[in-house]
C-alpha cells in the first residue's frame, strides 16, 4: 500500500511538470500552416563586419544606451508576450540559446565587460521562475508530501533593453561606424508592500523596481538573432530578422552613459531631472556626429 502512495505521488508531480512544459513550450503544427514552407530565414547568415585596423581608429567611443520596449517602434523586439510557433521575442531567443548553450550569459551584477559567466538557473532566480516545493496532504494515504510546483518566465516584465556600442572613425573607409558589443535585457517589475506605519488606510502599495538580468556578447549571438524572424507589420512574406534590426539601427534609443574618467558614470548620477537627462543625452550624441562633420572640409 505504501509502494502505490509513493507511485501516485510520483505521478502527480510528473503530470505537473508536464502541464508546466506544455505552457512554457509551443507545440509544433501537425500540418503545414501556411501556404508555402518558409526556409529564408532558417538559411540566412549575418552580414559580416568590414575589417578594421588599429591604425585606422581616429576616433572611438564608448557609448551605453536604453531601449524601452513600450515604444511602438520598438514593438517588435518586445512582443510576443506569449510563447508562438512563428516567431519569438528577442528576450525570448536569448534564453533559450542559453539554456541550450548556444551562447554564454554574463554577470549583470558584476560589471559590463563579460567578465563572470552566470548560469540559466541563475537568470531563472533573478525572473522569480524557479521551482517550488509546496507541502501537502496526500488524499490517499493522509501524509505529508512535497509537490513541486514549476516555475515561469513573466515575459512583460523584461521592458527594457541596455546595449553597449563604440562608435568609431575609420580612415580607410572614411566613414563614422558603430558596432554594438553586447546586450543587457532589464526586468521591470513591481514590489508588493504595505504602507506606511502609522496610517489608518494601509493600502497595498507598490514600487517599481529595476533589474539588469544578463549580458550578452553580441558578435557570438549574431548567427542565432539572424536566423531568427522579426514580424513584420506592412508584409509577412518579407520578414527580417533581430540581427537586421540592429545592424540597420531600425530601434529607437537614448544614451545614459558615455565613456568618461569619471569610472564611466551615469547622466543620471550628475545631471538631475527627466528633460535635463535627456538634454544631456542628444548632447553626447551630437559631440559624436559634429566630430565627423568636423573632419571634412568644404
Not at 553597449?164 to 572613425?169: A, I, P
Not at 544578463?214 to 522579426?230: E, G
Request: with cysteine.
Amino acid at each position: 500500500m505504501k509502494k502505490i502512495a509513493v507511485f501516485l505521488t510520483c505521478c502527480a508531480a510528473l503530470i505537473a511538470v508536464a502541464l508546466a512544459s506544455n505552457a512554457q513550450s509551443v507545440k509544433e503544427p501537425l500540418v503545414n500552416d501556411g501556404v508555402y514552407e518558409k526556409e529564408t530565414i532558417k538559411q540566412r547568415i549575418p552580414v559580416p563586419y568590414p575589417h578594421l585596423r588599429e591604425a585606422d581608429m581616429v576616433f572611438t567611443k564608448r557609448i551605453w544606451r536604453t531601449i524601452d520596449l513600450r515604444q511602438r517602434m520598438n514593438h517588435p523586439l518586445y512582443f510576443p508576450t506569449t510563447r508562438m510557433y512563428d516567431r519569438s521575442s528577442l528576450v525570448q531567443r536569448l534564453i533559450d540559446a542559453i539554456k541550450y548553450n548556444e551562447i554564454n550569459a554574463y554577470d549583470a551584477d558584476i560589471d559590463d565587460e563579460f567578465s563572470t559567466l552566470i548560469s540559466y538557473e541563475q537568470i531563472l532566480s533573478k525572473l522569480d521562475a524557479e521551482d517550488r516545493e509546496r507541502r501537502d496532504v496526500s488524499p490517499t494515504t493522509g501524509r505529508d508530501t512535497v509537490i513541486i510546483i514549476p516555475g515561469s518566465i513573466n515575459w512583460r516584465e523584461i521592458k527594457e533593453l541596455q546595449i553597449k556600442e563604440e562608435w568609431f572613425f575609420d580612415k580607410q573607409r572614411s566613414i563614422m561606424d558603430v558596432r554594438i558589443i553586447g546586450i543587457c535585457p532589464i526586468r521591470v517589475y513591481t514590489r508588493i508592500g504595505t504602507g506606511a506605519a502609522g496610517d489608518d488606510d494601509l493600502d497595498i502599495q507598490g514600487e517599481t523596481l529595476k533589474m539588469r538580468l544578463f549580458w550578452i556578447y553580441y558578435p557570438h549571438a549574431r548567427s542565432i538573432l539572424a536566423n531568427t524572424a522579426v514580424f513584420n507589420s506592412n508584409n509577412d512574406a518579407q520578414r527580417n530578422s533581430f540581427d537586421d534590426i540592429f545592424f540597420k539601427r531600425r530601434f529607437s534609443s537614448y544614451i545614459m552613459q558615455e565613456s568618461n574618467v569619471h569610472d564611466n558614470r551615469r547622466i543620471n548620477e550628475y545631471v538631475f531631472g527627466g528633460i535635463p537627462n535627456m538634454q544631456e543625452s542628444e548632447r553626447i550624441q551630437s559631440e559624436i556626429f559634429n566630430w565627423e562633420h568636423d573632419v571634412w572640409e568644404y
